[in-house]
């Protein structure tokens, strides 16, 4: 009357690639839900977090002749500053030879584009734009140098182009993103010589 067959070897080999499709499908779902984004070394290139290797204390200087051929020196220092327990900031940022005429700031969100390279959104805490938002970019950190340059407009001729501030945190989030580094003054426009670490 009634026969069973019994397939034991199908749905037994079945189960574990359903299985792995499932979870790969969560993992993808729940990463699009989430909005990251994937770098080539698979890291997070939003994630909010100061890049540890540039805490310290980068300087340079130089001498250039003036007009008559007097020798001039010049100076550029950053001293960056891990605030990450605080809770209010990541970090401070002081550059006593820019952010002309402002000398402090507060590290407040940070892109990272890869290891080595990034964008640190600061507020000024001092000088004429005191509470406004810019950028400090970086590029080729290493544990003994890194090219660091505040945000400026690349579009705008020197002078001019060196006040890029912005009155809110979402707009410099909005302006210095990874995708307009170019326009400020980041990435390949980095092209001043390295910082060494003091």
Known sequence: MFTRTF???KNRALRPAVSLVLALGLVVGMM???GCTMDDDGDSVDDPKLNVGLVGTWKTSGTYPDENGNDVSWSDTYTITDDTDSGKRLGAISHPDGF???????????YNFSETAGCLIVKYTDGADNGKYNAVYYKDLSSVSVRLGDAYDTTIAYPGNNNSSVATLDEAKTKFAPENAEAYGGASAQTG????KQ
């Open 7 to 9: 397939s034991v070897g």
């Open 32 to 34: 699009a839900l989430a």
């Open 100 to 110: 002309s005429p402002y000398h402090d700031a507060s590290i407040v969100f940070v």
């Open 193 to 196: 010589a390295a910082l060494p």
